[in-house]
């Protein structure tokens, strides 16, 4: 099984909300991650976690925050986004960081739309 | 700055045809190599990966891998419709504790009834 999960699916939300995307897996994996794609461009990483802990923010604005409260779960929490921000956020895991560990699985994705 | 290029596509087959994919890579460090499909509004979703140089087969899939020469290709055997998509190269780059895989542009597949 390598399914990872995340609600919602879809989600609007003006430029002066609170929102938050979940995450989850259950295949016992230690690095999660959130990607943001814009159409017709390749996933772009934007967090990465590695035992419930950060380990890489990719320079991505304070109005995105995560968050890893058990190594099954990984949030993003949105505020004061802009409409620049609109596009499909993606959550992955892998198992680890070694050569045959690290084949990143992806979840559906969450398509954002700020108004 | 460690890259991954793809030709945009699009690439377009018959049905039935072999469809070849190609992706050079910048990073003589990169030690894993993976292929994601992607269709238009969902998820990518991985269809191979290949750590060693030489071939690797699954199904009507077969990725290569050339290390010397920075690349690495898929070709995919008696395309279907169903095949088209974007087909995203992604390379590991390993910087600090950990690699991150950086991702081509993706190759757009069109494969004709």
């Known amino acids: 099984d390598t399914e990872v999960t995340q609600t919602p699916k879809h989600l609007v939300m003006g430029m002066t909300n609170k929102k938050s995307l979940k995450c989850e897996q259950h295949?016992?994996?230690?690095?999660m991650y959130w990607y943001k794609q814009k159409a017709k461009k390749p996933p772009e990483l934007m967090f990465v976690?590695?035992?419930?802990?950060?380990?890489i923010n990719e320079s991505v604005p304070s109005r995105f925050s995560p968050e890893c409260p058990n190594s099954s779960l990984l949030n993003l929490h949105l505020h004061a986004l802009q409409p620049e921000d609109s596009a499909l956020y993606l959550c992955?895991?892998?198992?680890?960081?070694?050569?045959?560990?690290?084949?990143?699985?992806f979840g559906p994705g969450t398509r954002l739309l700020v108004l | 700055q460690k890259e991954v290029e793809q030709n945009s596509g699009p690439l377009s087959v018959p049905e039935g045809a072999i469809a070849s994919l190609n992706c050079t890579y910048s990073?003589?460090?990169?030690?894993?190599f993976f292929w994601y499909r992607q269709y238009s509004g969902k998820s990518p979703e991985l269809i191979m990966s290949?750590?060693?140089?030489g071939d690797k087969e699954d199904g009507r899939f077969t990725a290569q891998l050339n290390k010397a020469s920075q690349y690495v290709s898929l070709l995919i055997r008696d395309s279907q419709p169903s095949d088209s998509a974007t087909y995203l190269c992604?390379?590991?780059?390993?910087?600090?504790?950990?690699?991150?895989?950086?991702f081509g542009k993706g190759t757009k597949l069109s494969v004709k009834p």
């Open positions: 992955a895991s892998s198992q680890g960081w070694s050569t045959d560990q690290e084949t990143q699985y």
């Open positions: 295949m016992g994996h230690r690095a």
């Open positions: 976690y590695s035992y419930e802990k950060l380990s």
């Open positions: 990073d003589r460090g990169s030690q894993s």
């Open positions: 290949i750590y060693s140089n």
């Open positions: 992604a390379v590991t780059v390993y910087g600090g504790s950990q690699g991150n895989l950086i």
